[in-house]
């Protein structure tokens, strides 16, 4: 089993601040590797996928990078809409994911 | 619009049983895989289970092997996860989602709101 190492848990920013969430595989994905932002109560919203392939109608401010099994998330200028949960998913052997990264406001 | 609509949830006793659908709208439903996922209280997502377009292919992860199985009604666009000898570790949020693809085998490209089980006496 590939195992997903998140962090960090919990991030306080405040609106404008960059903001870059990490994602570590036990083993190289191959870059199948996708993100997603989570609100409560809603459903799950695709953000990137292949490590840094923006999901059509997804702002420029959110962007994926790395690869082998190291990747970032980053938000370059946090928006209000933009305090949520982050996780990540590899897709590269059956499907695991990060545990999840609170955005909340400093 | 793409829509995953769950239901099916509630307060069921341990070893009991339970089926969650999954109503599919606003696309082709018989070309996608089916997956499910869920939520335990203070957990990260963990995959379940995944049915791909026509059924022909299942899998499911190995924390609920033997006793959930998956299936889907193509003529009523609806998935379905049945649930066997419930634990009270089942309890969690159950999502569906649609892969990118019929097979079953990329990334989950929308998601459900999800449905609250909880096993419980």
């Known amino acids: 089993d590939i195992q997903m190492t998140q962090s960090p848990s919990i991030l306080s920013a405040s609106v404008g601040d960059r903001v870059s969430i990490t994602c570590r595989a036990s083993?190289?994905?191959?870059?199948?590797l996708a993100w997603y932002q989570h609100k409560p109560g809603k459903a799950p919203k695709l953000l990137i996928y292949k490590a840094s392939t923006l999901e059509t109608g997804v702002p420029s401010r959110f962007s994926g990078s790395g690869s082998g099994t190291e990747f970032t998330l980053t938000i370059s200028s946090l928006q209000p809409d933009d305090f949520a949960t982050y996780f990540c998913?590899?897709?590269?052997?059956?499907?695991?994911f990060g545990q999840g990264t609170t955005v909340d406001i400093k | 619009q793409v829509q995953l609509v769950e239901s099916g949830g509630g307060v069921v006793q341990p070893g009991r049983s339970l089926r969650l659908s999954c109503a599919a709208s606003?696309?082709?439903?018989?070309?996608?895989?089916i997956h499910w996922a869920r939520q335990a209280p203070g957990k990260g997502l963990e995959w379940v289970a995944v049915?791909?377009?026509?059924?022909?292919?299942?899998h499911n992860a190995d924390s609920v092997k033997g006793r959930v199985a998956i299936s889907r009604d193509n003529a009523k666009n609806t998935v379905y996860l049945q649930m066997n000898s419930l634990r009270p570790e089942d309890t969690a949020i159950y999502y569906c989602?649609?892969?990118?693809?019929?097979?079953?085998?990329?990334?989950?490209?929308?998601w459900g709101q999800g449905i609250l089980v909880t096993i419980s006496s």
């Open positions: 083993h190289d994905l191959n870059n199948y």
């Open positions: 998913q590899q897709y590269n052997t059956y499907w695991t």
């Open positions: 989602a649609r892969d990118l693809v019929s097979s079953g085998g990329f990334y989950f490209d929308y």
């Open positions: 049915i791909s377009h026509d059924g022909s292919y299942k």
């Open positions: 606003g696309f082709s439903f018989s070309n996608y895989a």
